[in-house]
């Protein structure tokens, strides 16, 4: 069974610090995801966090090392704390409007390899990694995440609009709009 991993260790240097722990429509804005993700059917539930990341039920806490690695180190981090899962979702923990309906869909069309998100022509996370992929994912550097591994992947399509990646204060506005 697939597990997940949700990278909530941003250090939210364009927004001032603290963005995970930002209220979005009365809860802490990596709540949002987490919520959504809690709901389905996964193996476990990681969250690879800082000590900043707010907290996050039924979430097993994985604390990142450096405090402040790039999302390489987080991704790392995550895959390190899985035993033998066969699989897993990686999300992000400052993009709240992803629905379950699009989870479910990249669980759906995952067949045991990789499966990506793609908004527009870009593929990226929230994406299903098979094992195959774990060793790569503990070896990607710097702050560009798992992107490279995606080029060639199947995608399932991804709103743009529900793939806002909240990085700064406008952002979490829009991310308000959206929600009321």
């Given at each position: 069974?697939?597990?997940?991993?949700?990278?909530?260790?941003?250090?939210?240097?364009r927004?001032?610090?603290?963005?995970?722990?930002?209220?979005?429509s009365?809860k802490?804005?990596a709540?949002?995801?987490?919520?959504?993700?809690?709901r389905l059917?996964f193996?476990?539930?990681?969250?690879v966090?800082?000590?900043?990341?707010?907290?996050l039920?039924g979430?097993e806490?994985?604390?990142?090392a450096p405090?402040?690695g790039?999302?390489?180190?987080?991704?790392?981090?995550?895959?390190?704390a899985?035993?033998?899962?066969?699989?897993?979702?990686?999300?992000?923990?400052d993009?709240?409007?992803?629905?379950?309906?699009?989870f479910?869909?990249?669980?759906?069309?995952?067949?045991?390899?990789?499966v990506?998100?793609?908004?527009?022509?870009v593929?990226?996370?929230?994406?299903?990694?098979?094992?195959?992929?774990?060793a790569?994912?503990?070896?990607?550097?710097?702050?560009?995440?798992?992107?490279?591994?995606?080029?060639?992947a199947?995608?399932?399509?991804?709103?743009?609009?529900?793939?806002l990646?909240?990085?700064?204060?406008?952002?979490?506005?829009?991310?308000?709009?959206?929600?009321?």
């Open positions: 069974m697939t597990a997940l991993i949700l990278l909530a260790a941003g250090r939210g240097s927004f001032g610090g603290g963005k995970l722990g930002a209220h979005l009365g802490p804005l709540r949002h995801a987490a919520d959504r993700l809690a059917p193996s476990r539930f990681i969250a966090c800082s000590k900043t990341t707010p907290e039920p979430f806490r994985v604390m990142l405090v402040d790039p999302m390489s180190r987080s991704i790392a981090a995550g895959i390190a899985l035993r033998a899962e066969p699989s897993v979702l990686v999300a992000l923990a993009m709240p409007l992803v629905p379950s309906s699009h479910d869909a990249l669980l759906v069309a995952f067949d045991g390899n990789l990506a998100s793609r908004v527009r022509t593929p990226m996370v929230p994406a299903v990694f098979g094992a195959r992929h774990f790569a994912l503990q070896q990607l550097t710097g702050d560009r995440g798992a992107g490279g591994l995606l080029q060639d199947p995608t399932v399509a991804l709103d743009p609009d529900l793939a990646d909240i990085d700064t204060l406008d952002d979490l506005k829009r991310a308000e709009d959206a929600l009321r």
